[in-house]
């Protein structure tokens, strides 16, 4: 249950930053801004195919101490994103509004 209210603050977090950050879209675009130190906070669906796509997101971003969270479907992660189609991972570059969720996000990481 806890990973599922994490999911949902991360998806919350991505339509704050949609609005008043920015945001990278697509597996490409997310490992970029990771290897750049960019990133604020990665989310990534769980209902990838095949998932070697988006496997090396968690290990990148323990690697560089960012945030990588996993929610249940690409469909929730495109809409959060404001897109008309699926995403697959969501880079969050600028928080915006969503500073303060990204910042417990975060903090949760640390504690685990």
Do not use: W, Y
């Given at each position: 249950?806890?990973?599922?209210?994490?999911?949902?603050?991360?998806?919350?977090?991505?339509?704050?930053?949609?609005?008043?950050?920015?945001?990278?879209?697509?597996?490409?675009?997310?490992?970029?801004?990771?290897?750049?130190?960019v990133a604020k906070l990665v989310v990534v669906?769980?209902?990838?195919?095949?998932?070697?796509?988006t496997m090396h997101l968690p290990l990148l971003?323990?690697?560089?101490?960012?945030?990588?969270?996993?929610?249940?479907?690409?469909?929730?992660?495109?809409?959060?994103?404001?897109?008309?189609?699926?995403?697959?991972?969501?880079?969050?570059?600028?928080?915006?509004?969503?500073?303060?969720?990204?910042?417990?996000?975060?903090?949760?990481?640390?504690?685990?």
């Open positions: 249950m806890a990973d599922e209210s994490l999911g949902n603050r991360a998806l919350e977090a991505v339509e704050l930053a949609r609005t008043t950050g920015k945001l990278k879209k697509g597996t490409n675009e997310v490992t970029k801004a990771i290897e750049r130190g669906a769980k209902d990838v195919s095949p998932p070697e796509i971003g323990k690697e560089k101490g960012i945030p990588v969270v996993e929610v249940p479907s690409k469909e929730e992660l495109g809409a959060a994103a404001g897109l008309g189609v699926p995403a697959v991972s969501i880079a969050v570059v600028q928080e915006g509004e969503a500073k303060n969720i990204i910042k417990e996000i975060a903090e949760e990481f640390k504690s685990k």
